[in-house]
Nanobody
């Protein structure tokens, strides 16, 4: 089993920054995607960003390109999400997720089976 624990959420004004961190343990995959998703009240969960653990290939939702940066740290076993120029519409519970890479025919925005507990991000205007 893969266990994921998020941290770093909080309250910030529009235009500010936050850095989320996901600590992963129990990984046994040959390679895997580490992803960030978010969900606002009453809305569907949506993909934000992902990274392959081995090669560090990065993928982003269009609405966060140029503002968010995903990264991973082999030594610490963490995946981070640096969020800059935050907007009120970024307000949501942010979840860390993991899945096997398997086939490249399956996009990195879907197919995740392991999830963290979530961390709240609130952006005020």
């Amino acid at each position: 089993q893969v266990q994921l624990v998020e941290s770093g959420g909080g309250l910030v004004q529009a235009g500010g920054s936050l850095r989320l961190s996901c600590a992963a343990s129990g990984r046994t995959f040959s390679d895997y995607y580490m992803g960030w998703f978010r969900q606002a009240p009453g809305l569907e969960r949506e993909f934000v960003a992902a990274i392959t653990w081995n090669a560090g290939n990065k993928y982003y939702q269009d609405s966060v390109k140029g503002r968010f940066t995903i990264s991973r740290d082999y030594a610490k076993g963490t995946v981070d999400l640096q969020m800059n120029s935050l907007k009120p519409e970024d307000t949501a519970v942010y979840y860390c997720a993991a899945r096997r890479v398997l086939s490249r025919s399956i996009p990195p925005s879907t197919g995740y089976g392991f999830w963290g507990q979530g961390t709240q991000v609130t952006v005020s205007s």
